[in-house]
């Protein structure tokens, strides 16, 4: 193949990446909005269990 044809091909295929990224990082901040909104999305604190070293939710 021509270099320029090679040199294309790779150029649409990086802008096919970048929006395909800039899609994935818009939803996953819409995601994280929409949990950091939500009044029920409090984070559990996590304690950890002396018997198996791992760290679990709270018991409350």
Same mark, same amino acid.
């Given at each position: &193949? $021509? $270099? *320029?044809?090679?040199? !294309? %091909?790779?150029? @649409?295929? @990086?802008v096919i990446?970048a929006k !395909?990224?800039? &899609?994935? +990082? =818009? =939803?996953?901040?819409?995601? *994280? /909005?929409?949990?950091?909104?939500? +009044?029920?999305? +409090? %984070?559990a604190k !996590? /304690?950890?269990? $002396? @018997?198996?070293?791992?760290?679990? $939710?709270? =018991?409350?």
């Amino acid at each position: &193949m $021509p $270099p *320029l044809v090679v040199w !294309l %091909i790779g150029a @649409a295929g @990086a802008v096919i990446g970048a929006k !395909l990224w800039s &899609m994935a +990082e =818009k =939803k996953a901040n819409q995601d *994280l /909005e929409r949990t950091r909104s939500d +009044e029920n999305g +409090e %984070i559990a604190k !996590l /304690e950890r269990d $002396p @018997a198996t070293g791992t760290y679990r $939710p709270r =018991k409350q």
